[in-house]
């Protein structure tokens, strides 16, 4: 599955094995703030933890994130499934 994920520019570095475009939303576009300099990437994952531990982002980094088919960003991470809990 495809995610879009974004994080701020101040990160970019910690990755830079990946390809980050500029984004901004409708409302960013408005606003003179940190949401100015924020860039995402789409990565793909079974599920957006995996996506994110596979590809070796912080979630502390994490701004939003998205399925890339859905059109609304998210900003909270769904609870973190317990390695045991993966096993089965």
């Not at 079974?46 to 502390?60: F, Q, T, V």
Request: hydrophobic share 35%.
């Amino acid at each position: 599955m495809e995610f879009t994920i974004v994080i701020l520019d101040e990160h970019i570095a910690s990755y830079s094995q990946l390809k980050w475009t500029d984004w901004k939303d409708d409302n960013r576009k408005q606003m003179i703030s940190q949401g100015d300099n924020w860039s995402k990437t789409t990565l793909i994952g079974n599920d957006i933890w995996g996506c994110l531990e596979s590809n070796k982002i912080d979630p502390l980094h994490l701004v939003q994130w998205k399925p890339a088919s859905e059109k609304l960003h998210r900003v909270s991470l769904p609870p973190h499934p317990h390695p045991f809990d993966q096993s089965r």
